[in-house]
């Protein structure tokens, strides 16, 4: 379990983070989210022991993470952009890696050649993108790690590549119980892996809860009411457009609950779906216009 508690972080002044608090359980996928500057690459710095943080706690499985080596040995850490010795390939990171984390699975290296299919001993440096990250994957992968934590991993990464490496990533969740923690901006992508989802909004958590949790506690309803009838009180409406007499309302609450309320309306028309996690993300961080502003900015 990786637990933060009330930490905070400033870098000159500024408070990269405030306070922040999330759990991620053992064996969860857990996807971290949040626009450009929320803090999410900092706390993951912090999980991964590289930086200190100035107030609280950063724990796994109740051990504090900075200056441990012992606990640092059981994370595996994918950065957005990864780095290994300038002239070093594959294999020469392999020996590497053997003498640093003492689980290393060399049998499993040799057995995860036939994924990656990567010449071992070029330079890492002289690939490209996306097979600097299929190294780092494959290396990561054979840490036999307890906690996984990836930041924006597979940008880079054909479709084909993708599902290949989160089936590893899920088959060890489920064998072997691994914690996985990714950020990543992909909220599609999350939504097909991840368990549980925090949203992170000025390096403070806006809500965390399971997929499940989330999805079930707010609907998208399509609603066309006769001529005057006003929506029933009670309501905790999000956000509201207005097309025609179609009405298309974003509901925070049990959607059982919110479809027997509109019923009594005598709609016309009325039809609900769930959210998408992307439509989740914009919505709990303002309202639907919040995409169009942040591309403004």
Same mark, same amino acid.
């Given at each position: 379990?990786i +637990?933060?508690?009330?930490?905070t972080? %400033?870098?000159? $002044?500024? *408070?990269?983070?405030?306070d922040?608090?999330?759990?991620? !359980?053992?064996?969860?996928?857990y996807?971290l989210?949040?626009?450009?500057?929320s $803090?999410?690459?900092?706390?993951? %710095?912090?999980i991964?022991?590289i930086?200190r943080?100035d &107030?609280?706690?950063?724990?796994?499985? =109740? /051990?504090p993470?900075?200056?441990?080596?012992?606990v640092k040995? %059981?994370?595996?850490?994918?950065?957005?952009d990864?780095?290994?010795?300038?002239? *070093?390939?594959?294999?020469d990171?392999? #020996?590497y890696?053997? =003498?640093i984390?003492?689980?290393?699975?060399?049998?499993?290296?040799e057995k995860?050649? +036939?994924?990656?299919q990567?010449?071992?001993?070029q330079?890492?440096?002289?690939?490209?993108?996306?097979? /600097?990250? #299929?190294?780092?994957?494959?290396?990561?992968?054979? /840490?036999?790690?307890?906690?996984?934590?990836?930041? +924006?991993p597979?940008?880079g990464l054909? !479709?084909?590549?993708?599902?290949?490496?989160?089936?590893?990533?899920?088959?060890?969740?489920a064998?072997?119980?691994?914690?996985?923690?990714?950020?990543?901006?992909? @909220?599609?992508?999350?939504?097909?892996?991840?368990?549980?989802?925090?949203?992170l909004?000025? =390096?403070? @958590?806006?809500?965390?809860?399971s997929?499940?949790?989330? /999805?079930?506690?707010?609907?998208?309803v399509?609603i &066309?009411?006769?001529?005057?009838?006003p929506?029933p009180e009670?309501?905790?409406?999000?956000?509201?457009?207005?097309?025609g007499?179609?009405?298309?309302?974003?509901?925070? $609450?049990? !959607?059982?609950?919110?479809?027997?309320?509109l019923? +009594?309306?005598?709609p016309?028309?009325?039809?609900?779906?769930?959210?998408s996690?992307?439509?989740?993300?914009?919505?709990e961080? $303002?309202?639907?216009?919040y995409a169009?502003?942040?591309?403004?900015?």
């Amino acid at each position: 379990m990786i +637990e933060v508690k009330n930490v905070t972080k %400033r870098f000159d $002044g500024f *408070a990269a983070l405030r306070d922040l608090t999330m759990t991620v !359980p053992t064996g969860a996928v857990y996807g971290l989210v949040g626009p450009n500057g929320s $803090g999410k690459s900092t706390i993951i %710095r912090h999980i991964t022991g590289i930086f200190r943080q100035d &107030a609280g706690e950063v724990l796994v499985d =109740g /051990q504090p993470v900075y200056e441990n080596p012992a606990v640092k040995a %059981r994370i595996a850490y994918i950065p957005d952009d990864v780095f290994y010795f300038p002239q *070093a390939g594959v294999r020469d990171m392999m #020996q590497y890696y053997k =003498g640093i984390y003492p689980r290393f699975d060399a049998g499993r290296y040799e057995k995860l050649k +036939e994924v990656f299919q990567l010449d071992e001993r070029q330079p890492i440096r002289r690939m490209s993108k996306g097979m /600097q990250k #299929q190294a780092a994957f494959w290396l990561a992968m054979c /840490q036999m790690a307890d906690v996984v934590v990836l930041d +924006e991993p597979v940008d880079g990464l054909d !479709p084909v590549m993708r599902r290949q490496i989160w089936g590893l990533l899920m088959a060890d969740a489920a064998e072997r119980g691994l914690t996985v923690l990714v950020s990543s901006h992909n @909220l599609r992508e999350l939504e097909d892996v991840c368990d549980h989802v925090g949203i992170l909004d000025h =390096g403070h @958590l806006l809500l965390e809860r399971s997929l499940s949790e989330l /999805q079930e506690n707010i609907t998208k309803v399509q609603i &066309a009411l006769p001529d005057g009838r006003p929506l029933p009180e009670g309501l905790k409406l999000v956000h509201e457009t207005v097309t025609g007499r179609l009405r298309t309302l974003i509901v925070r $609450g049990d !959607p059982d609950e919110t479809l027997q309320k509109l019923q +009594e309306c005598e709609p016309l028309f009325l039809d609900a779906v769930p959210l998408s996690l992307e439509e989740i993300f914009i919505y709990e961080l $303002g309202g639907a216009d919040y995409a169009v502003k942040d591309i403004l900015l």
